[in-house]
């Protein structure tokens, strides 16, 4: 079973930093992509931050320059993604999913691709 276990996540004070890490696991292939969206109470879910397997990091206008989306030795060697987030804000609170496309096959010659969700992780801001 594929599945991305998040962590990272809890309560922090405006101007504080927090990392996220998210983990894909299972019969996975290819990893294509994997980034972060989060939802706010009331609020429709919403891009933060992805990155491709060319290491191309993708951010939402709110978070450019103040969060970071990382992977080391590429996404295919290890399937995880962090997510460093600074100078946090009280409208950063949010739960945080982690998002993958995955090519869900034991072998690259057969495709099966399939978008995966995280759990989530809870991230308040608050003073």
């Known amino acids: 079973q594929v599945q991305l276990v998040e962590s990272g996540g809890g309560l922090v004070q405006p101007g504080g930093s927090l990392r996220l890490s998210c983990v894909a696991s299972?019969?996975?292939?290819?990893?294509?992509?994997m980034g972060w969206y989060r939802q706010g109470a009331g609020q429709q879910r919403e891009l933060v931050a992805s990155?491709?397997?060319?290491?191309?990091?993708?951010?939402?206008d709110f978070a450019q320059g103040r969060f970071a989306i990382s992977e080391i030795s590429g996404l295919n060697a290890r399937k995880t993604v962090h997510l460093e987030m600074n100078s946090l804000k009280p409208e950063d609170t949010a739960v945080y999913y982690c998002?993958?496309?995955?090519?869900?096959?034991?072998?690259?010659?057969?495709?099966?691709?399939?978008?995966?969700w995280g759990q989530g992780t809870q991230v308040i801001v608050s003073s």
């Open positions: 990155i491709n397997r060319n290491s191309i990091p993708l951010y939402a």
């Open positions: 998002n993958a496309d995955l090519n869900v096959t034991a072998s690259s010659s057969e495709l099966r691709i399939r978008t995966t």
């Open positions: 299972g019969r996975i292939s290819d990893v294509y992509a």
